[in-house]
């Protein structure tokens, strides 16, 4: 069932859980998120990024794939189609293509110019019926060719782009893409609970998903985060997966070789990944 975010989010933060982000990069990404959703009557949301709309021929066919996809799989439980850390170009082609949502991600400007386009952008969503996303301070790592720093957002930056009329915020907190390093800091939740305090019950989201320890997530939720993206984690299951049915000559085995076959392992490891996540996030039977 396609929505924009905007509802879901708001029970999350209602009910003290978040809502799991997992970006879509085929047809077995996608079935496999959607699948695990509906299996764990939990809300999810497909992310998408430039770069993976591009490599599924674009946001017309991301959209088309995913709305054809939910009514064959006779899906019940909420579903956001996402853009992820787009640009001001971006966001305009998927509110042209049937997204129901977007992420225009403006933190690489001026706060000024951030709040112009920010402005811009949310009434075009709403005039369409789509959740927007915004975001203050970037995020560190690269995905996609995005790079971020790891900035720590600043509270009143925060408010100024929360006041826009936005659906939900994404805030610097030292979350980074990708990876974790050996010696990163963890989350800086000082920093989240100014930000909290200035935007009130506007929901929050964490970028970088992927490898952050339990407790951290659970106090990130408990200070207002209702939105957590996990990319790279995914991918990693995937890959593994693959691995090790290709290692074990199971492709050479018949008719192993089949790309149903060939792929069925690693889409197996992303039902299994995202099913973790929801448990982990507490969104399970809340759709």
């Known amino acids: 069932m396609l929505v924009n975010a905007s509802e ?29 959703a509906e299996e764990m009557k939990a809300p999810v949301i497909l992310g998408v990024s430039e770069g993976a709309g591009k490599y599924m021929t674009g946001f017309t066919t991301v959209a088309a794939m995913v709305a054809a996809m939910d009514k064959a799989l006779g899906i019940t439980v909420p579903v956001a189609l996402h853009l992820d850390h787009g640009t001001y170009e971006g966001a305009k082609a998927c509110v ?9 991600d403006g933190s ?38 995005v790079v971020g720093m790891g900035e ?30 050996d010696n ?18 506007m929901p929050l989201v964490l970028h970088g998903g992927t490898g952050i320890p339990a407790e951290m997530i659970q106090t990130a939720i ?11 984690e995914c991918q990693l299951s995937f890959a593994a997966a693959t691995r090790a049915y290709v290692e074990a000559g199971k492709d ?25 996540k929801i448990e982990l996030f507490g969104s399970a039977g809340k759709a």
């Not at 009910?15 to 990069?25: E, K, L, R, T, W």
């Not at 042209?96 to 225009?104: D, L, P, R």
């Not at 920010?118 to 690269?142: D, K, N, R």
Request: glycine share 12%; net charge negative; aromatic share 6%.
């Open 8 to 36: 879901m989010l708001k029970k999350a933060v209602a009910g003290h859980y978040a809502v799991g982000q997992f970006n879509i990069n085929n047809l077995e990404w996608t079935k496999s998120v959607l699948l695990t």
């Open 96 to 104: 042209a293509a049937g997204f129901t949502s977007i992420m225009f």
């Open 252 to 276: 050479k085995e018949g008719k192993g070789f089949d790309p149903r076959k060939l792929l069925a392992p690693g889409a197996k490891a992303i039902q299994d990944t995202v099913r973790e």
């Open 152 to 181: 720590v957002a600043d509270a009143d930056e925060c408010k100024r782009i929360a006041d826009l009329g936005i659906d939900f915020l994404a805030a610097g907190i030292g979350n980074i893409h990708g990876v974790y390093p």
């Open 108 to 145: 690489h400007y001026p706060i000024d110019e951030n709040v112009a386009k920010t402005t811009e952008l949310a009434a075009l969503a709403h005039e369409h019926g789509m959740s927007i996303e915004a975001e203050v301070g970037s995020i560190g790592g690269e995905e996609d060719g």
């Open 184 to 201: 990163w800091k963890g989350l800086d939740f000082e920093a989240l609970a100014r930000i909290k305090d200035k935007i009130g019950d």
């Open 222 to 232: 408990s200070l207002g985060v209702a939105k957590i993206n996990v990319n790279t």
